[in-house]
């Protein structure tokens, strides 16, 4: 069973659409992220949520927004695409308030804006 | 601001060699959490190993093992009997406490083993 799972595995769109990725978890944890890696392999965070709420906003482009419905779920919708947004984004999710904190990833989903 | 800094863009090894990835990070934190992370070319993320600042012992799963050096802030990893299969991506991560569990990556240090 797939622990952390992401759709599409690829999205290409042109510039200017609006796309969404899902992300599932079904690890029972309580907070998800969502992390953008650059060409050059930088990982970073983009958003977590605990629990449906929000609790980590970096600096990101308000044309992203995470959608939560519930915990096991935190899909990224992204609007008016650009180039630069092209990225492997990846979904993870961790537990909370027990010994065990790494962070468990999707397999990503590559973008590509042209 | 927390920042980790893998000093070492490439590397590579011969199978069945020892190698050393070096990661240091700047906090003023005390307790915190330290990661390696894995990503092969089928660009999954995996973790390799972990390690607790408040613990005094390094860390260790199999053929890796970390050299955890809280006053100099250096979490380097070290690989034996390197396999072909441990060619891949592998970034440090630092996390610190009270921050949702936020993770901080490094740059990552790309590894090959050479047949």
């Known amino acids: 069973d797939t622990a952390v799972s992401q759709t599409p595995k690829y999205l290409v769109t042109q510039m200017g659409n609006d796309k969404s990725i899902k992300c599932e978890q079904n690890l029972g944890h309580d907070t998800m992220y969502w992390y953008k890696q650059d060409s050059k392999k930088f990982l970073k965070i983009m958003f977590s949520y605990n629990n449906k709420e929000l609790i980590i906003n970096e600096t990101v482009p308000n044309r992203f927004s995470p959608k939560s419905p519930d915990k096991a779920h935190l899909n990224l919708h992204i609007n008016s695409l650009e180039l630069g947004d092209s990225a492997v984004y990846f979904c993870a999710s961790s537990p909370r308030g027990s010994g065990v904190l790494e962070q468990y990833f999707g397999p990503g989903t590559r973008l590509t804006v042209t | 601001a927390q920042t980790v800094t893998q000093s070492q863009p490439e590397m590579s090894v011969q199978e069945a060699e020892t190698v050393t990835l070096s990661c240091t990070y700047d906090?003023?934190?005390?307790?915190?959490?330290l990661f390696w992370y894995k990503q092969p070319p089928s660009r999954q993320m995996i973790l390799v190993i972990r390690?607790?600042?408040?613990?005094?012992q390094n860390a260790t799963e199999n053929r890796f093992s970390v050299n955890f050096q809280k006053a100099a802030k250096s979490f380097s990893l070290k690989i034996s009997d390197s396999q072909l299969g441990d060619t891949a991506m592998y970034f440090c991560?630092?996390?610190?406490?009270?921050?949702?569990?936020?993770?901080?990556f490094g740059t990552g240090t790309s590894l090959t083993v050479i047949p």
């Open positions: 390690q607790e600042a408040y613990k005094q």
């Open positions: 991560a630092f996390m610190p406490p009270n921050t949702g569990n936020q993770f901080y």
């Open positions: 906090t003023s934190e005390n307790n915190y959490y």
